[in-house]
């Protein structure tokens, strides 16, 4: 596979302005909580979002899913309005990362980093794949839009080529905006919300280019708080609330909306969705992964062994899920 183009540098005199800022200093869809028609959308053929019996979900993206994996709000929100769907749902989310795959690289370089997190995607054989990035790639700015949409849409062609002839189903995620919450001051959040923009732009031009479905919580959640609630905890990191909103939005762009005291109904489930996400966090990304796969290998590798034993752990925390899904609610 060849090298991702990288991106354009110079991300750091942007993302200052931010960081000073912030130096300063049971699901619950609430009624209020009201999903712009346009964000949930649905097209015909495979733009539609959609979740079919047996479907293996990967959740692929930055800090906003790799933080979801500890709420289990979305993956709640997905599994109980699909019971006796028997979903297996893999969040892969990993915060700082970007469509170059920057985090993943570790000690490597982001190319490698890129590479694994292709292979392991392949190696859990997706039908569905969400895809959530652009939040980070916003810190470019205008200069930065053309290589975000253009690695975006390598990343859908390298990822729907995984399975041949029966490639996953692909749904694009824009990133939630930014939010005038202490400390970060309104004038940084409009600018960065400003620059976001342009990026939540690109992700839907690449999903209509790839006929992918839309889950567009840049157009949904803005405003979208309960009252006295707010949507992150710093401007920047979802709150729970924040969490909430968001798997309100997922379940109607799926067809499938909540209302009421979602959370009252479904507490049970989630606790046993984050305890299942928490096992497979520990299978994918184990502590001492430098010493077990990585460069010092050699020193420890001879471990890797165990890693595998949690595959029937997380698969009896699935059944659990599962189970609980089917229950009325």
């Known amino acids: 596979m060849p090298a991702p183009t990288r991106r354009p540098t110079g991300l750091l005199p942007t993302l200052l302005p931010l960081v000073r800022a912030l130096a300063l200093g049971a699901v619950v869809v609430p009624a209020s909580i009201v999903v712009p028609a346009a964000a949930v959308a649905r097209e015909g053929g495979e733009g539609r979002c959609e979740l079919r ?38 969040n892969l989310g990993w915060s700082g990362d970007t469509v170059w795959a920057e985090a993943r690289g570790v000690f490597d370089a982001p ?11 392949g190696s859990l054989e997706p039908t569905v794949v969400l895809v959530a990035y652009g939040r980070n790639e916003s810190f470019a700015g205008p200069a930065g839009v053309a290589a975000f949409r253009t ?33 970060l001051p309104a004038a940084i959040a409009a600018a960065r919300n400003e620059a976001l923009a342009a990026y939540a732009a690109a992700i839907r031009a690449v999903a209509s280019d790839e006929r992918a479905g839309v889950v567009d919580l840049f157009a949904s959640l803005e405003g979208a708080a309960p009252p006295g609630e707010r949507l992150t905890e710093n401007g920047i990191h979802m709150s729970h609330a924040g969490y909430d909103a968001a798997a309100a939005v997922f379940a109607a762009a799926f067809g499938r909306p909540v209302s009421g005291d979602f959370a009252g109904r479904s507490s049970a489930l989630r606790e046993a969705v984050v305890a299942k996400n928490r096992l497979f966090f520990h299978r994918w990304r184990p502590a001492n992964e430098t010493y077990l796969f990585l460069f010092r290998r ?20 699935e059944a659990t899920v599962r189970t609980l899904a089917e229950e009325p609610r």
């Open 53 to 90: 019996a047996g479907d293996r979900v990967i959740l692929l993206g930055d800090a906003f899913l790799e933080r979801e994996g500890e709420r289990g709000a979305i993956e709640t929100a997905l599994v109980a309005t699909h019971p006796g769907a028997g979903l297996t749902i893999r």
């Open 111 to 121: 190319s490698a980093g890129y590479a694994r997190m292709i292979e392991l995607v």
């Open 151 to 183: 690695q975006l849409a390598t990343l859908c062609r390298d990822l729907r080529a995984l399975r041949g002839d029966d490639p996953p189903r692909l749904v694009l995620v824009t990133p939630p905006p930014f939010e005038a919450t202490p400390p």
């Open 298 to 317: 050699h020193e420890q590798g001879n471990n890797a062994v165990e890693i595998p034993q949690f595959d029937p752990l997380v698969a009896e925390a």
